[in-house]
């Protein structure tokens, strides 16, 4: 079993930057693939980024490539997901999950509860 929760959402401007963080509960969070999703209003959840478990490899959906970068700390049970170049598109409630696979492949096991980003204009 698997806990994760996320902190690090606000408020920003657009251009402007935020860190999401990830803390996982569970021995084996090492082992899974970190994932991050969101869900704007009236809208599908949507992959964002994944990392394998050795953080070596990692993914990023078309939207955010270039701007987003996930990484891991297993040391600490973390994954981050930092945010530069915010775009008023990018508003949405934001998870991680962890899961045996790639987000957009298999669905992930354990979610947590979120936080909002909101980028304004």
């Known amino acids: 079993q698997v806990q994760l929760v996320e902190s690090g959402g606000g408020l920003v401007q657009a251009g402007g930057s935020l860190r999401l963080s990830c803390a996982a509960s569970g021995r084996t969070f090492s082992t899974y693939t970190m994932n991050w999703f969101r869900q704007a209003p009236g809208k599908e959840r949507e992959f964002v980024s994944a990392i394998r478990w050795t953080g070596s490899s990692t993914y990023y959906s078309d939207s955010v490539k270039g701007r987003f970068t996930i990484s891991r700390d297993n040391a600490k049970n973390t994954v981050y997901l930092q945010m530069n170049s915010l775009k008023p598109e990018d508003t949405a409630v934001y998870y991680c999950?962890?899961?045996?696979?790639?987000?957009?492949?298999?669905?992930?096991?354990?979610w947590g509860q979120g936080t909002q980003v909101t980028v304004s204009s």
């Open positions: 999950a962890a899961g045996d696979g790639l987000g957009y492949n298999v669905a992930p096991r354990y």
